[in-house]
């Protein structure tokens, strides 16, 4: 993981000295030290990924990408498995790797965590056990009824984070 980093404090006004009138408040350093981007790497998290690396960016912030493996997601009709679980983790990892390298591209401490269980618990133990600021998802958009009859991962991260979560809706396209 990354050493810790210092945070720059203002120096607060002597008590005996008087309240400024109607200035703006001074700028503070931003307290989002450290994102947490869930994504299962795949187009549909497009807009995730590039708002959590523009923020990232912006604060100076490292991040971590959390993808997670839904072992349940791999099954197909009669029990067989459409993928096994070390060749998604493989491919996982290299796209995460590349990931990692924009980062140090764009000079953002990037690191990765590929899990297995279930996407929306995983998401959130990682969210406490790494202790970040705030959690970046991505929303396929399928709306309210997508959400009664698929789950919504993205409402399970928001219901139960320890942190503020964004959720990033899909953009209308992207350059390739």
Same mark, same amino acid.
Do not use: Y
């Given at each position: 993981? /990354?050493?810790? !980093?210092?945070?720059?404090?203002?120096?607060? !006004?002597?008590?005996?000295?008087?309240?400024? *009138? &109607?200035?703006?408040?001074?700028? !503070?350093?931003?307290?989002?030290?450290?994102?947490?981007?869930?994504?299962?790497? +795949?187009? &549909? %998290?497009? +807009? *995730?990924?590039?708002? *959590?690396?523009?923020? &990232?960016?912006?604060?100076?912030?490292?991040?971590?990408?959390?993808?997670?493996?839904?072992?349940?997601?791999?099954?197909?009709?009669?029990?067989?498995?459409? *993928?096994?679980?070390? !060749? #998604?983790?493989?491919?996982?990892?290299?796209?995460?790797?590349?990931?990692?390298?924009?980062?140090?591209?764009?000079?953002?401490?990037?690191?990765?965590?590929?899990? /297995?269980?279930?996407?929306?618990?995983?998401?959130?133990? &990682?969210?406490?056990?790494?202790?970040?600021?705030?959690?970046?998802?991505? %929303?396929?958009?399928?709306?309210? #009824?997508?959400?009664?009859?698929?789950?919504?991962?993205?409402?399970?991260?928001?219901?139960?984070?320890?942190?503020?979560?964004? #959720?990033?809706?899909?953009?209308?396209?992207?350059?390739?």
């Amino acid at each position: 993981m /990354t050493a810790p !980093q210092s945070v720059r404090r203002t120096a607060e !006004q002597p008590p005996s000295a008087p309240a400024p *009138a &109607a200035s703006p408040a001074p700028t !503070q350093p931003s307290t989002l030290r450290k994102l947490l981007l869930a994504t299962d790497l +795949s187009e &549909a %998290s497009f +807009s *995730a990924t590039e708002e *959590a690396f523009d923020l &990232a960016g912006r604060l100076d912030a490292s991040l971590l990408i959390v993808s997670v493996i839904d072992p349940g997601s791999l099954l197909l009709p009669g029990g067989r498995f459409r *993928a096994r679980i070390d !060749q #998604v983790r493989e491919r996982r990892e290299q796209l995460a790797q590349e990931l990692v390298e924009r980062g140090k591209r764009d000079g953002i401490t990037v690191s990765f965590l590929v899990w /297995t269980g279930d996407p929306g618990d995983m998401i959130v133990s &990682a969210a406490e056990a790494e202790r970040v600021d705030i959690v970046l998802v991505g %929303s396929h958009g399928r709306g309210a #009824v997508g959400r009664l009859l698929l789950g919504s991962v993205s409402e399970h991260v928001v219901r139960n984070a320890p942190c503020p979560v964004l #959720v990033c809706r899909p953009r209308e396209a992207h350059p390739a």
